[in-house]
């Protein structure tokens, strides 16, 4: 922390291509990363090397996949000045129902899971009807539906409904095949995804970097991009030898996760519909005197909350192998602690999906490294919240320093 | 002997000198008007006054009786009996009439609130200042003008000596302004001083002892409304607005060419207030290559035409028909308005205009981001391509398009917000107050600005509060009052004093 505070208190130079100046702008989300970091580092040495177990790390992805994908969404709602309390009860609600369609009904599972992301579309509706075209508040219109929808799910599912499909529970539960052998004891499917993601990420970053160098734009000094892209590589590569070495190899979910997360960064890094997102979030007013069809934007927000309502809810049912009224209980707000942490401005307007993820895996390692530790799971509430307010303490008083030192 | 002086009273904003200075006194029991046009520095001198502008924040001194005074805050002044009602009324609208008379400063006794005693006094205080209500009616249950009374009511509970009313009539009907005017004199025959700030030249000669015009942060003119030269509305005309022109303005010979907009018998009613005319059976033309002034004072309707016009993005009851090239045009929705080229930008660029925590070219591409998109997805080398040409032919001083327009200066905003708008390729620009709050320099590279988009052949609308940047810039002027427009003037024919009188005419046509 003592380094975040020595930079804060030099006044940011105007340009962005001074190393520091450049540091000084992109210091939240990269100070995010660091306290990751530190606090992996710190439960690596507190349980003896037991985190970073090859099969905790694949563990880890498992059993916050649906954090990462309610907090995609999540992001785009905050953003856009809202909040929505209500995803916890549709993800148990859509589960639910997701559950009876292959048990009782005998759906095929895709079908299935086509039939629940579509229940998304249609609660995300709802609820997008009530807070862009009527004007409810979302909060008050989330609240309905939390209450609303995990009634349905327990009118639904009265009794829990066991899954037996393996198609279904491999979703969830298990990993990429082990189509390409091994190679010494490493999974050879794991390591081409890892080589497919750190190629992508060089390939993008250098071809978007090109790009602004043509046009005269030079967002980061040359060593803090080559810095970040080896930094990048290193722990993707990292990551990649650890899950490699795990039993199963590559989660499925994680090619999920993965793939939602590149594609919700790029809407909201390169779209027009991402773009509004921000202007609305921004400066609402300019945003409408733009041309901005700020309901209709709203509405699409909230119809996109209840596609990743659904996702995580087939997620989450084929990693329980049942559909369960209770299911999802404060998934909202495992979500929106996750975009607070990641760097999600409180008022609006700013927001990045990967600083979500951030946030995620913060809240889901402090979980994991506490209980291998055999910390109780009060504790285990009690340190997430408290890490909560410190990251929005540290946005709003680092602001307020930006703020004064101009 | 005077109950108030100000003496020397200086204060400086960052970049501008609002006050420069200013010494006035206020006798006794007399009712003083201050006027002066939008901008002069009269509210700015008013909350140095009351202590909204603390002591030390500015030089000079403030002397009540004869003794300085050292407001920190409002609650300091009003301890002295200087109570200020600012234009906007600060009123509760959901408690109650006697809850809002006594609002900080409530009736109780250990925390515990006396109602019998808080209604009994509140009933006292209507009856003085002659509002019937009860004292457990609701704000929002009576108009702005018994408003306007509680408010009244509210100053008199802190035994107030001085009493400042900002523009008390602007929103006030006739005969509620009537009963003001009846109240302002009836509480100086009990002894209390009132300085009222005023556009109405009718109002000031009707009540006011003494005349006090500031123009540009200083005191220009101090008239005894009783001496022995009558003081007539055009003297304290001629006060307001004399200053110099000489070179301020760019020289520009204007090529002006077909009409482009036509703006026939427009109407629009207040938004909440539906009943309401804010602008009233307007008509107005814009040719291209021409610059065409909209004058008038706060309240005239100006803003309010322009952005009704701009795709109906002000008021409700909207009625009128509007030609682009002899064509009328359909423009319900700020989308269609910019599809047909018509581009507005705002008089206040923080709240309406820019986005601050994102960067230049974003704010520039925001209103037309189909421009540099396909299929939905923005090309980022296509933007910063566009985004750095604007920025360089407008001269934005920023090291590049990627800086965040919050840490911009208020000209360079400005440019970002015509960069904004040029992006969209607009057959008309409405500019309003363009060149507010910004730096002479800046302003001259402003107004350079919009000689250059007239002589591409854009019809130009500026909004100015500023007579001297009106002649000094337009080929034309229309002249508001009152939601009407009430005149139009050549450039050869405009003068000061003559838009003056077009812009405190009456709705019957009589100069105020």
């Known amino acids: 922390m003592s380094t975040l505070e020595a930079t804060k208190q030099e006044p940011a130079p105007a340009e962005t291509s001074s190393l520091r100046g450049y540091l000084g702008q992109n210091l939240w989300q990269y100070g995010m990363l660091t306290i990751l970091i530190a606090i992996v580092v710190t439960f690596q040495i507190l349980t003896d090397g037991r985190l970073l177990y090859p099969d905790n790390v694949a563990a880890l992805v498992q059993q916050n996949a649906y954090v990462l994908i309610l907090a995609i969404g999540m992001v785009m709602v905050i953003v856009a000045q809202h909040i929505d309390l209500s995803v916890g009860s549709i993800v148990a609600f859509i589960g639910g129902y997701c559950a009876l369609m292959i048990t009782e009904w005998h759906w095929p599972w895709p079908v299935a899971v086509a039939a629940s992301v579509a229940i998304g579309v249609v609660v995300g509706c709802w609820q997008g009807f009530w807070i862009a075209y009527v004007g409810i508040p979302a909060f008050i219109v989330t609240l309905g539906g939390m209450l609303l929808f995990r009634g349905l799910a327990v009118l639904a599912v009265s009794q829990t409904v066991p899954v037996q499909d393996k198609g279904f529970g491999a979703i969830a539960a298990k990993s990429l095949p082990n189509a390409l052998g091994f190679l010494g004891n490493l999974d050879g499917m794991t390591l081409l995804v890892g080589a497919i993601a750190i190629g992508g990420l060089v390939f993008t970053q250098v071809r978007s970097r090109r790009e602004l160098i043509r046009y005269d734009l030079r967002l980061e000094p040359s060593a803090a991009f080559i810095g970040k892209l080896v930094v990048f590589a290193a722990l993707t590569a990292y990551i990649t030898y650890l899950l490699a070495e795990s039993t199963d190899g590559t989660p499925n979910v994680l090619i999920i996760v993965g793939a939602l997360v590149v594609l919700y960064t790029y809407i909201m890094g390169n779209t027009v519909f991402g773009r509004h997102i921000y202007a609305m979030g921004g400066n609402l007013a300019a945003a409408k005197l733009s041309g901005v069809k700020t309901k209709r934007v709203t509405f699409l927000i909230f119809v996109n909350m209840g596609v990743l309502a659904g996702i995580a809810a087939v997620v989450t049912t084929s990693r329980a192998g049942a559909g369960v009224a209770g299911a999802g209980t404060n998934y909202e707000l495992d979500a929106i602690a996750a975009a607070f942490i990641g760097g999600t401005a409180v008022t609006g307007g700013i927001g990045k999906i990967t600083g979500a993820v951030i946030g995620a895996l913060i809240m889901g390692v402090l979980n994991m490294g506490l209980s291998i530790l055999g910390a109780d799971a009060a504790w285990q509430q009690a340190i997430k919240g408290l890490v909560l307010i410190a990251a929005v303490a540290f946005d709003i008083v680092s602001k307020r320093l930006a703020n004064s030192s101009q | 002997m005077p109950i108030l002086e100000m003496v020397g009273i200086t204060k400086t904003f960052p970049g501008v000198k609002a006050l420069q200075d200013v010494t006035m006194s206020v006798e006794a029991g007399e009712v003083h008007a201050i006027c002066g046009e939008n901008g002069a520095g009269k509210s700015t001198l008013m909350k140095i006054l009351s202590g909204v502008y603390p002591h030390g924040s500015y030089d000079g001194e403030i002397r009540l009786d004869g003794e300085p005074c050292h407001f920190r805050s409002i609650r300091d002044s009003e301890h002295r009996g200087v109570v200020i009602i600012h234009q906007e009324l600060a009123l509760s609208p959901y408690l109650s009439i006697a809850e809002n008379i006594f609002l900080g400063n409530e009736r109780a006794s250990r925390g515990i609130v006396n109602w019998p005693q808080t209604n009994r006094r509140a009933a006292e205080l209507l009856a003085r200042v002659g509002l019937r209500e009860a004292p457990d009616t609701k704000i929002l249950d009576i108009g702005v003008g018994k408003q306007q009374l509680v408010e009244i009511a509210k100053a008199l509970s802190k035994e107030v000596r001085l009493l400042i009313l900002d523009e008390p009539t602007a929103a006030l009907n006739d005969a509620d302004s009537a009963h003001l005017l009846d109240l302002i004199r009836q509480l100086k025959s009990q002894g209390i001083t009132s300085i009222i700030i005023s556009h109405k030249l009718n109002e000031i000669a009707a009540i006011a002892d003494t005349t006090t015009v500031i123009r540009d942060g200083r005191t220009v003119a101090t008239f005894d409304m009783h001496g022995a030269e009558p003081v007539t509305e055009e003297r304290i005309i001629r006060a307001m607005v004399g200053r110099d022109l000489a070179h301020r303005f760019p020289e520009h010979t204007p090529k002006i060419g077909d009409e482009v907009l036509r703006i026939e018998d427009w109407t629009v009613h207040h938004p909440i207030d539906r009943g309401r005319v804010v602008v009233d059976g307007a008509n107005l033309r814009v040719h291209s290559g021409e610059i065409v002034g909209l004058a008038g004072l706060m309240g005239a309707g100006r803003t309010e035409l322009a952005m009704s016009v701009f795709g109906h993005s002000y008021g409700t009851g909207i009625s009128g028909r509007l030609h682009l090239h002899g064509t009328e045009i359909r ?182």
Not at chain 2, 350 to 374: F, H, M, P, Q
Not at chain 2, 406 to 425: A, D, I, P
């Open chain 2, 331 to 512: 423009a319900r929705s700020v989308d269609e308005a910019i599809g047909h080229g018509i581009a507005y930008a705002t008089e206040d660029r923080k709240r309406y205009g820019l986005n601050l925590i994102e960067d230049i070219k974003r704010n520039i591409t925001a209103a037309k981001l189909a421009a540099v998109s396909r299929l939905g997805i923005v090309s980022a080398g296509a933007e910063v391509h566009r985004a750095e040409k604007l920025r360089k032919e407008m001269r934005v001083k920023a090291d590049s398009v990627a800086v965040l327009t919050g840490k911009l200066s208020g000209g360079n905003q400005q440019k970002v917000v015509l960069s904004k708008w040029l992006f969209t390729e607009p057959e008309v620009l409405i500019l309003d107050e363009p060149t507010r709050g910004i730096d002479v320099g800046a302003k001259y590279e402003i107004y350079e600005i919009i000689n250059a988009l007239a002589d591409a052949g854009k019809a130009v609308v500026v909004i100015s509060s500023e007579l001297p940047e009106l002649l000094g810039i337009c080929d034309r002027i229309y002249a508001m009052s009152q939601g009407r427009v009430t005149g139009e003037v050549g450039r050869a024919e405009a003068t000061q004093e003559g838009l003056m009188r077009y812009m405190t005419m009456d709705k019957s046509g009589v100069s105020r």
